[in-house]
């Protein structure tokens, strides 16, 4: 069902550890030129243009796209009660988290009478995303909207494709999360449209964003991509991936538990052990069989798992491990070893760390306070996840007095003839001969 990919006795470089484990073949190239009509017929049509994409994507033709507060309303107040209780004590450990990013502002006083301020301000407004399809993700709605809150961004749209089941509305769980967190501002506009309408707005139906955040599939991905100028983005979050670092002392049952969970999303989501037990990770296909076989979506599951993008990895011992999880730099990455803290303690690079046989990453997908917005594809070497920070700017305001002005010129006009711009001297000195 999954393949192995035997690294032991291979000492390779990042790319060569990445080459051994390729990922699901994703061509966002070619994505983007399948979603350029779409974005075209956002940007030059309106409200009803939306409603025909809706019928041709989504198979429903909404009464709206705004999505009525009524609807809203009723939605919440027809929530599951258990799963309002769930969505509650989520959104306080998710805003408890959150609310330790919050970033001060820092004036620097570089010389008497000369001062550096860096103030951190909120985007005006960002559209949200979130995904329908295969599952309904009102922990998405809780991710995006709670660290854009605590950012405090004045203004907060979220897209979610129209449901056939639901007359053309968006899940009403997803409904009723909005109304539990105070957005009202909801449209039910699903894929590439979603972005296109956050970027370039429509006239009287939704005001241009600053931002987009958000998960959704090859197509939002590509939209994201096609649009970022035209407005900001968090990244191009594709399919969900987990890599779990383990050892003799891992349970196997937990260990296929976990590999399971990140595979039932999607037929092309990742799933990786890496291990220096054989008898691990001959128990671990063991389970994987005997657990698949009594899940709801053991077809999907079946896929992700013999897909090229998952594989069991073995490796010589945990210090090759590291190294190959690191290089992978997966979205989830789970440490199930006997030191798991101190293996912990030399990742660089992963979406989120998951540490130790209690802190699986169905946790954080939830409840654990973290976000699960999170790089994927190899995207954490050089990028983090969804958090307060992801709605703010840091602005330089600068401030100098005519004395400590006055003692600078001679190092600006030096400066400034050494790259031959002799107008940005002429701009200090004249100040002097003005003075």
Not at 377 to 391: D, E, P
Request: charged share 20%; glycine share 8%; with cysteine.
């Amino acid at each position: 069902m999954i393949r192995t990919v035997d690294l032991r006795g291979k000492a390779l470089t990042k790319a060569g550890y990445n080459a051994e484990l390729p990922r699901a073949a994703l061509d966002v190239a070619q994505a983007m030129a399948l979603v350029e009509p779409i974005l075209h017929r956002v940007k030059t049509g309106g409200e009803s243009e939306l409603i025909k994409l809706a019928q041709e994507f989504d198979g429903v033709t909404p009464a709206s796209i705004r999505v009525p507060q009524q609807a809203l309303d009723s939605a919440l107040a027809s929530l599951d009660p258990a799963i309002r209780a769930a969505l509650e004590l989520s959104i306080e450990r998710v805003r408890k988290v959150h609310n330790d990013q919050v970033r001060v502002d820092k004036t620097t006083n570089v010389v008497d009478g000369g001062t550096v301020t860096e103030k951190w301000i909120p985007v005006d407004r960002v559209g949200l995303y979130v995904p329908g399809g295969r599952a309904v993700y009102p922990s998405s709605v809780v991710m995006n909207v709670v660290p854009a809150q605590i950012a405090k961004v004045s203004s907060i749209a979220v897209a979610s494709p129209p449901q056939k089941e639901f007359a053309g509305l968006p899940h009403p769980t997803i409904l009723a999360t909005c109304a539990l967190l105070g957005v009202t501002e909801v449209f039910a506009v699903g894929g590439a449209q979603a972005i296109a309408m956050f970027a370039y707005g429509v006239e009287g139906l939704c005001e241009k964003s600053d931002l987009v955040t958000g998960p959704g599939n090859i197509y939002v991905a590509a939209a994201k991509r096609a649009l970022r100028g035209v407005i900001g983005i968090d990244s191009e979050a594709g399919p969900t991936e987990i890599a779990i670092l383990a050892d003799s002392s891992a349970r196997a049952s937990d260990v296929a538990a976990d590999l399971i969970s990140q595979a039932e999303h999607d037929v092309i989501a990742a799933a990786i052990l890496v291990t220096d037990s054989i008898d691990l990770a001959n128990k671990v296909e063991a389970e994987l069989k005997i657990q698949i076989a009594k899940t709801k979506h053991k077809e999907r599951i079946t896929a992700a798992l013999s897909g090229v993008q998952s594989a069991i990895v073995l490796v010589d011992d945990m210090k090759q491990g590291i190294d190959v999880v690191n290089a992978y730099a997966a979205e989830h990455l789970e440490i199930q070893t006997k030191n798991s803290r101190e293996d912990a303690a030399q990742i660089r690079n992963a979406g989120a760390v998951f540490i130790g046989r209690f802190s699986p990453v169905s946790l954080g997908d939830y409840s654990a306070g973290s976000n699960h917005v999170l790089p994927t594809g190899g995207c954490a070497c050089h990028s983090s996840g969804l958090s307060v920070q992801t709605f703010l700017r840091g602005l330089h305001f600068i401030e100098y007095g005519e004395k400590a002005f006055t003692d600078l010129v001679p190092t600006v006009v030096t400066l400034a003839n050494s790259e031959d711009l002799p107008a940005h001297g002429q701009a200090m000195t004249i100040r002097l001969e003005n003075s």
